[in-house]
């Protein structure tokens, strides 16, 4: 079936513009994470969905950064007056359960360059 | 909160040489550990997981030890191959409980030399 799907694959913005971010899980799967990796670093929690709610947003690094889900599906990231130190590579799992010690699947990422 | 490091950062092998690449975590409630390869410009990848309830797993020419006491695991492939050249990440999480996320290690780089 359909893997994780991310969009756009890259984005470009300028310093202090508003960006969305989208992933769409594998159907069914009730967990979802966000990850963040910059370049040759690596992959930084940012939040986790369980349905629709989100028990754990510790790893957003401001108030500038929010998620949503909807649907028990799709999931949208939004950072608001993007700066440069936000430019990486934000990457989407979705795993069959939230109980853990399942596989989390990756999405291909939304490569985010802030100019 | 939980703290994983791998080491070595990178890691160069002879085909057909064994590789091993350490992880240490810091919770001792973590009883999950997966490792996922990263090839360059793709996303990452499951390619084995332990439980903390067994200290040794194997799947082919991959596997995984877990040392519970000491708090670290440790990822072996035998025979290596170029294709096996990649990033490895390894991460910890807890089973069970309110939040399953991944924290993962810095990832290291493995070049198989053909």
């Known amino acids: 079936g359909a893997g994780v799907s991310q969009s756009p694959s890259n984005k470009v913005t300028e310093k202090g513009k508003d960006v969305e971010l989208r992933c769409d899980p594998i159907?069914?799967?009730?967990?979802l994470y966000w990850y963040r990796q910059r370049l040759g670093q690596g992959l930084e929690f940012l939040i986790y969905?369980?349905?629709?709610?989100?028990?754990?947003k510790s790893g957003l690094p401001s108030d500038r950064f929010s998620a949503e889900r909807t649907g028990e599906s799709v999931s949208t990231l939004t950072i608001q007056r993007t700066q440069q130190e936000d430019s990486a590579v934000y990457l989407c799992?979705?795993?069959?359960?939230?109980?853990?010690?399942?596989?989390?699947?990756f999405g291909p990422g939304t490569r985010l360059t802030v100019t | 909160g939980e703290n994983v490091e791998q080491h070595p950062s990178t890691l160069s092998v002879q085909e057909g040489d064994s590789a091993v690449i350490k992880c240490t975590y810091s919770?001792?409630?973590?009883?999950?550990f997966p490792w996922y390869k990263q090839e360059l410009g793709k996303r990452p990848q499951l390619i084995i997981d332990?439980?903390?309830?067994?200290g040794e797993k194997k799947d082919q020419r991959i596997a995984v030890t877990l040392n519970k006491t000491a708090k670290h695991f440790s990822l072996h492939i035998t025979e290596t191959q170029p294709e096996d050249s990649a990033v490895y990440f390894c991460?910890?999480?807890?089973?069970?409980?309110?939040?399953?996320?991944?924290?993962f290690g810095k990832g290291i780089t493995l070049s198989v030399r053909p």
């Open positions: 159907s069914g799967h009730t967990a």
């Open positions: 332990i439980r903390s309830n067994v």
């Open positions: 969905f369980q349905g629709n709610s989100a028990p754990d």
């Open positions: 799992a979705s795993s069959l359960v939230s109980t853990g010690g399942y596989e989390q699947y």
């Open positions: 991460a910890a999480s807890i089973m069970g409980g309110a939040n399953s996320k991944l924290t």
């Open positions: 919770d001792s409630a973590s009883n999950y």
